[in-house]
């Protein structure tokens, strides 16, 4: 048996390698005889880090289609998937019409498997309310002629059930949840802040932010501040703009990208709690049992919190000012023990979740 796994990957975004690497445990754990390979935007850096076979993935544009043509990329792309079983589009928020390129792109890729006759599993998405006739009308073609769909938020089960009659749909639990953490709780006096920028942010955001950090340095004088990119290069620059604006400099440490899971579970469980507006930055801190603030910069981060009980600990952009940040921050910390306790109770409950889903598909797979 063979997988095809196509998702945003080798892109250097920290949250859809975690897909990757959850879902590859995923089917190695269920069939470990399965051949596997995936289509990356960096295929050699996908194959040295995760040890899968790994191919570019289908061009999705003039340029790239003629490249691909010329260095026959397409071709061996094409030939690994004719090869598959299956195919899996693994998860995350990839046909969000936010960026209607981003919409292109996977429904390229998606396409594609659909013409070479593949099953195709879509996996741990999240699906927020089409904002244009046109996405609507490309969701419900891709997701209605899909064989299997799990979905990781009930908002997303829901917009994908009201636009196709009758479409069994599975809900799941994000695949972080199948990679567990190796380290000790170890809490030292810091804080990670996870952040990106937002098209359409509050004016006065990126200022109310750095108050909020200024106003909890000012508080605890021996309290560290670290800065931790999920995807290279745009959050690098954002959160440069933030420290700009922080008083203190010389308590804030600027750490470097990373993919390597185990390293970013370690700074997680060294740290007292997470602030972040990236999505999986939210969910390692879930995963790491650490307390967090979570910014709601798209809909599948208040869904997905709201799926796991867990709306309380969310903040709107429009919301976060420094009185309501350092409120929720004064709060969670005199409740730390039940905070954590929840937390451990919402992981484990979704491990168990994860195990019930990919029982669903082992049956799917098997008839």
């Not at 945003?8 to 879902?23: C, F, Q, T």
């Not at 244009?132 to 829901?158: C, N, P």
């Not at 639990?173 to 804080?191: H, R, S, T, V, Y």
């Amino acid at each position: 048996m063979k997988f095809g796994i196509i998702g945003n990957y080798g892109a250097s975004n920290v949250g859809d390698e975690l897909i990757l690497e959850g879902l590859l445990a995923t089917i190695r754990k269920s069939k470990p005889a399965a051949e596997i390979v995936v289509l990356s935007a960096n295929p050699s850096h996908t194959r040295e880090k995760l040890e899968v076979k790994s191919v570019h993935k289908f061009p999705a544009g003039p340029r790239s289609i003629f490249s691909y043509l010329l260095n026959g990329n397409f071709k061996k792309t094409k030939a690994q998937i004719k090869e598959c079983d299956y195919v899996i589009v693994g998860g995350g928020g990839l046909f969000d019409d936010s960026s209607f390129k981003a919409i292109w792109i996977w429904t390229v890729q998606t396409y594609m498997a659909y013409s070479l006759k593949k099953k195709v599993i879509m996996y741990g998405q999240s699906i927020k309310e089409p904002r244009s006739s046109l996405t609507k009308k490309i969701i419900k073609k891709l997701f209605k002629k899909s064989s299997f769909v799990a979905v990781r938020d009930e908002d997303s089960k829901r917009i994908i059930k009201k636009l196709i009659r009758g479409k069994k749909v599975h809900l799941m639990p994000d695949l972080l949840f199948f990679l567990q953490p190796k380290f000790k709780q170890a809490k030292e006096n810091k804080i990670i802040l996870c952040l990106r920028d937002q098209p359409g942010k509050p004016q006065d955001f990126d200022k109310n932010l750095a108050k909020s950090i200024n106003y909890l340095i000012q508080k605890d004088e021996a309290l560290q501040i670290d800065f931790l990119p999920f995807e290279k290069d745009s959050d690098e620059r954002y959160h440069e703009q933030i420290i700009e604006k922080i008083a203190e400099k010389g308590r804030v440490q600027t750490r470097d990208f990373t993919e390597k899971r185990h390293k970013i579970e370690k700074l997680f469980s060294e740290s007292k709690m997470v602030i972040g507006v990236r999505l999986h930055s939210v969910l390692m801190a879930i995963n790491t049992e650490t307390p967090f603030i979570a910014i709601n910069y798209n809909p599948k981060v208040r869904n997905l919190l709201k799926t796991l009980g867990l709306s309380k600990f969310v903040i709107e952009p429009a919301d976060a000012t420094p009185e309501n940040i350092t409120q929720l921050y004064k709060t969670i910390l005199e409740k730390e023990d039940q905070v954590v306790k929840k937390l451990k109770e919402v992981k484990e409950e979704q491990m168990r979740k994860h195990e019930l889903t990919v029982s669903s598909l082992n049956k799917f797979i098997i008839n």
